[in-house]
Every structure is written in C-alpha cells, then in structure tokens.
C-alpha cells in the first residue's frame, strides 16, 4: 500500500539532505560574527634605556603599537625620534600581566610618528635589492611607520633605526589637516597590502568633526608590489561618529576620529574611532568592524565624500571604551588557548603625568545565532511525509 507514496520518498530523499546542508555551507563562505572583550591593564614605565647605551630615555606619548612575534611588541611615540621595543606575558585569558626588557631605538629622524607596523616580505626584499645596489648592507628586520607632519610612511631598520625610504602613499593623503594626518597603519595578514588612514576628512572631502557631527575619513588600501592576491590600490569612505557626551569643564573643542586600524583576513578591518572633549569623561574609544571587499571603492571619487553617504562603508561595533584613557593605538598579537585572539591597545598620556597605559583586549568569533527556521522546515516535511504513509496505507 506503501507504492504510490515512494515518488514523494524519493524526491524527499533528492532534496531534503541539500535543503537541510545549504544554510551552513552558505554560511560557511562568510567570516563568523566577531566580539572584543576586555582583558585588562597594565601601567607601563616612565623610562627604559637606550639601546645605543645613552643611558635612560622618557616613555611618553605612545602613539602606536604593533606585534613583533612570540611576546614581543614594539610601540612607536609621537613627536620624537623613538621607539619603544618590550616584551609582554599575558594570562590565559589575555589580561596583560607585566613587560619586560624595555629598550628604546632612536630613529634616524624626528617626525610626528602615529602608528607602525611590521614590514612585508615582499616590500623587505624590495628594499634589500635597492640598497644593496647602490653598495649598502641589507637590513635583517625592518618596521614602516607612518608620521603626519610629512606626511609619509617610512621603512626603519629594527636593528638601528636608519630610515630606509619612503613608501608612497596617495596624493589625497598629503592634503591633510594639520595634525588630523596619517594616524593609522596596518598591513593584510599575507603581507599583500598597506592600509592607512587620516585621523579626519581631508578638506576637499568634508569638514572636521564638531560637537555634534562626525567627519568622513578614507579608508586607503596600498598594494605591495610583487606580491601575491594583491588587489590594487583602492579607497573607501568611513564615516567617524560625533564626539562623546561629556560634562564640560575647560574651554576647548571636542573632537573625534580614526586613531588606528587593524588588518584581519578577506578585506576586514578592525577601526579604532577616540573622541576628545575638554571634560568628564575626557575620552571615548570605540573598535568597529567593516568589509571593504562589499565596500564602493571611492578612489576616482575627487571630493565631497561627507555628503555620500550611500557611499559610505557600514561598520558593526564590536567594542565601546569607558576607560577614560586617550586610546590611539591597536594591534593583534598571539592567539590564545580557548581561541580567542590577543588585542593589544596603547593609551597616550600625552605629557600630563599621567601613567603610560597598556590595554588587553580580546578578540572572539561569537557563536551563530540558532536557526529555528531550519528545525521548522524539517517538522513541516517529516510531517508532510508522514501524512501520505497514512493517505496511503489506508
């Protein structure tokens, strides 16, 4: 009595195992949802000494930080000719427990130093073959930091501070408001890209942040050349939000833009927003997520970005900061045992006094959510199936 019920078993058969497998193969070819949690703080020290044995040198206005592998991390300070090497050991859950054999490199030059980050292969071989045909030896190690008074980014050697050249960045960058420059950089994890950014819009693109607006910054994706997967240069509009609510209680202006960027896989970035305000609290941070590959490339866009905002990139928050420190740089670090990925974020205290603050944060994928639809589906075919065993054992 079963016969005339086998054609809507088989084609159950056919297609229920594709139904059912379609949502998490879909799902599989997006990255999974992501989360920041704080870790912890940790107060670093006032001074270390000069790697070239001058004796004891300030730590102040930490501006950048980057992941130099294993426990060990470099931060970059902003006016001056320094940067800060250190080791770090961490907790199993990422709360930053002490560091360790601080020693400061003097650079080549001065400059307004905002951010750095570890240099690309390819870009260290590039660098190598021009010097060594003009006769100079090949740096071991090498760091591009990125300066705003230039503006530029430029190649350090690690092992004694000699600028090595400048990486070109675009035209658009040099145009700049005065130290609202190149505040950001980071580079792709398969060392394919630079990415940088202004801390605010560039004149020809919109207005600087006010007290109740924020301002339109551009994304800037630099291609290492030679390298492998590069996608070419591209540009996208970021809109920064308005400064944080504050209690007033000194004149000034509040302000608000993009202090560091974080590079993670298939054209993800991680974007740190800080807001200023001259009162309580004194600063606000925020890590949002955005997908530059779903993103509108703005290059060939000249100007106005601050009124397009269908142009705009969409950005998920995944962290807001209440510390109240002034939160400028940001980096990954190593990963950790239950999974989670170490953040590493560096507070300047800007010559008041106030100590020099490392952040633990901690980088999650989040669980997806439950599909109840799919359970749904499943009920209403087992319960179609068993409908017609019935119509048709009868």
Request: a negative charge; aromatic letters at 4%; hydrophobic letters at 45%.
């Given at each position: 009595m079963l016969r005339p019920f086998l054609p809507f078993a088989m084609l159950a058969c056919l297609l229920l195992p594709g139904w059912l497998l379609s949502g998490p193969v879909a799902a599989a070819e997006s990255p999974p949802p992501l989360r920041i949690t704080l870790a912890g703080t940790l107060t670093l020290p006032d001074a270390a000494p000069a790697i070239d044995g001058s004796g004891d040198l300030e730590i102040t206005g930490l501006s950048g930080v980057t992941w130099l592998g294993e426990d060990?991390?470099?931060?970059?300070?902003?006016?001056?000719?320094?940067?800060?090497?250190?080791?770090?050991?961490?907790?199993?859950?990422?709360?930053?427990?002490?560091?360790?054999?601080?020693?400061?490199?003097?650079?080549?030059?001065?400059?307004d130093y905002e951010d750095l980050a570890a240099c690309p292969p390819r870009l260290l071989e590039?660098?190598?073959?021009?010097?060594?045909?003009?006769?100079?030896?090949?740096?071991?190690?090498?760091?591009?930091?990125?300066?705003?008074?230039?503006p530029a980014i430029r190649a350090i050697d690690l092992d004694t501070g000699a600028?090595?050249?400048?990486?070109?960045?675009?035209?658009?960058?040099?145009?700049?408001?005065?130290?609202?420059?190149?505040?950001?950089?980071?580079?792709?994890?398969?060392?394919?890209?630079?990415?940088?950014?202004?801390?605010?819009?560039?004149?020809?693109?919109?207005?600087?942040?006010?007290?109740?607006?924020?301002?339109?910054?551009?994304?800037?994706?630099?291609?290492?050349?030679?390298?492998?997967?590069?996608?070419g240069e591209a540009q996208f509009a970021y809109q920064v939000d308005p400064p944080h609510q504050f209690v007033r209680v000194f004149t000034g202006e509040p302000l608000s833009g993009v202090t560091a960027l974080v590079a993670l896989d298939r054209g993800r970035l991680l974007v740190l927003e800080r807001a200023a305000g001259p009162g309580l609290p004194p600063f606000m941070s925020a890590i949002y997520l955005v997908e530059t590959h779903v993103a509108a490339d703005v290059t060939d866009v000249p100007e106005g970005l601050s009124t397009r905002g269908e142009l705009h990139i969409a950005?998920?928050?995944?962290?807001?900061?209440?510390?109240?420190?002034?939160?400028?740089?940001?980096?990954?670090?190593?990963?950790?045992?239950?999974g989670g990925q170490l953040l590493v974020a560096v507070a300047d205290n800007g010559g008041l006094g106030t100590p020099n603050q490392l952040i633990g944060l901690v980088l999650r994928e989040s669980p997806r959510p439950f599909d109840a639809s799919a359970v749904g589906g499943v009920a209403g075919i087992v319960g179609v199936l068993l409908l017609l065993v019935r119509i048709t054992s009868q």
């Amino acid at each position: 009595m079963l016969r005339p019920f086998l054609p809507f078993a088989m084609l159950a058969c056919l297609l229920l195992p594709g139904w059912l497998l379609s949502g998490p193969v879909a799902a599989a070819e997006s990255p999974p949802p992501l989360r920041i949690t704080l870790a912890g703080t940790l107060t670093l020290p006032d001074a270390a000494p000069a790697i070239d044995g001058s004796g004891d040198l300030e730590i102040t206005g930490l501006s950048g930080v980057t992941w130099l592998g294993e426990d060990r991390f470099a931060a970059i300070m902003d006016n001056s000719d320094r940067l800060v090497l250190f080791r770090l050991t961490f907790s199993a859950t990422g709360e930053p427990q002490a560091a360790s054999d601080l020693r400061i490199l003097v650079l080549g030059e001065r400059h307004d130093y905002e951010d750095l980050a570890a240099c690309p292969p390819r870009l260290l071989e590039r660098i190598a073959q021009k010097l060594q045909s003009r006769g100079d030896d090949a740096p071991a190690n090498c760091l591009l930091v990125c300066e705003e008074q230039t503006p530029a980014i430029r190649a350090i050697d690690l092992d004694t501070g000699a600028l090595l050249g400048i990486v070109p960045v675009p035209p658009i960058a040099k145009t700049r408001r005065t130290n609202r420059g190149l505040e950001s950089l980071a580079v792709d994890p398969d060392g394919s890209h630079i990415w940088t950014a202004t801390e605010e819009a560039v004149p020809a693109d919109g207005p600087a942040s006010t007290t109740d607006a924020g301002t339109v910054v551009r994304l800037m994706r630099i291609a290492i050349p030679g390298a492998e997967s590069a996608a070419g240069e591209a540009q996208f509009a970021y809109q920064v939000d308005p400064p944080h609510q504050f209690v007033r209680v000194f004149t000034g202006e509040p302000l608000s833009g993009v202090t560091a960027l974080v590079a993670l896989d298939r054209g993800r970035l991680l974007v740190l927003e800080r807001a200023a305000g001259p009162g309580l609290p004194p600063f606000m941070s925020a890590i949002y997520l955005v997908e530059t590959h779903v993103a509108a490339d703005v290059t060939d866009v000249p100007e106005g970005l601050s009124t397009r905002g269908e142009l705009h990139i969409a950005k998920e928050p995944l962290w807001l900061d209440a510390l109240g420190c002034n939160v400028e740089g940001l980096c990954l670090g190593p990963l950790l045992p239950d999974g989670g990925q170490l953040l590493v974020a560096v507070a300047d205290n800007g010559g008041l006094g106030t100590p020099n603050q490392l952040i633990g944060l901690v980088l999650r994928e989040s669980p997806r959510p439950f599909d109840a639809s799919a359970v749904g589906g499943v009920a209403g075919i087992v319960g179609v199936l068993l409908l017609l065993v019935r119509i048709t054992s009868q």
